[in-house]
T-cell receptor
Framework: SAVISQKPSRDICQRGTSLTIQCQVD?????MFWYRQQPGQSLTLIAT?????????ESGFVIDKFPISRPNLTFSTLTVSNMSPEDSSIYLC???????????FGPGTRLTVT | KNQVEQSPQSLIILEGKNCTLQ??????????LRWYKQDTGRGPVSLTI?????NTKSNGRYTATLDADTKQSSLHITASQLSDSASYIC?????????FGSGTQVVVTP
């Protein structure tokens, strides 16, 4: 299994500012995923972060708005840039383990933009 | 349009009773279907994973079924407990591409 921690757990930010969310995994993983979960809606994949290469973004998400770093096999960051109230959401980090169907999620970061 | 639809959106059940949650999907083909439990303020935790060739899978008081012909899955909770209060999310895995439903919010009352 994998144990994932995220920082911060929640934050309230002002419009126009940026927030960086950290994700730490207790084992080395190839791929890390960043999701957004808006109230009452399904989880939406933002991007896939591979160590040593540029993140791959899903349709509707761009690097300028959601830059991602992946400096090693156990850590990643997601920055939400130039925030607006529409960015208020839960942001989740996730990993899957090689050879397993299982996908593990972090506890999430609850972001409120005022 | 979401390719994974769940019903009901929410339900309230008495402690000790059973309930069944539904998941209809249009994703095809897919390699496996998953059910997750998400407690408030936590990330989703996997309950069951079924490949397309499996019909049923149990995890304690949780039993998931899959009908690949009708593209329907269900999650049955037996003898509900207060700790079962959570959101239950259905997800299809199309060879690494996950699609999620918006979840069923279950509230178990004493």
């Amino acid at each position: 299994s994998a144990v994932i921690s995220q920082k911060p757990s929640r934050d309230i930010c002002q419009r126009g500012t940026s927030l960086t969310i950290q994700c730490q995994v207790d084992s080395q993983v190839t791929m890390m995923f960043w999701y957004r979960q808006q109230p009452g809606q399904s989880l939406t994949l933002i991007a896939t972060a591979n160590q040593g290469s540029e993140a791959t973004y899903e349709s509707g998400f761009v690097i300028d708005k959601f830059p991602i770093s992946r400096p090693n096999l156990t850590f990643s960051t997601l920055t939400v840039s130039n925030m607006s109230p529409e960015d208020s959401s839960i942001y989740l980090c996730s990993v899957d383990l090689a050879g397993s169907y299982e996908q593990y999620f972090g506890p999430g970061t609850r972001l409120t933009v005022t | 349009k979401n390719q994974v639809e769940q019903s009901p959106q929410s339900l309230i059940i008495l402690e000790g009773k059973n309930c069944t949650l539904q998941c209809n999907y249009t994703v095809s083909p897919f390699s496996n279907l998953r059910w997750y439990k998400q407690d408030t303020g936590r990330g989703p935790v996997s309950l069951t994973i079924m490949t397309f060739s499996e019909n049923t899978k149990s995890n304690g008081r949780y039993t998931a079924t899959l009908d690949a012909d009708t593209k329907q899955s269900s999650l049955h909770i037996t003898a509900s407990q207060l700790s079962d209060s959570a959101s239950y999310i259905c997800s299809t895995d199309s060879w690494g591409k996950l699609q999620f439903g918006s979840g069923t919010q279950v509230v178990v009352t004493p």
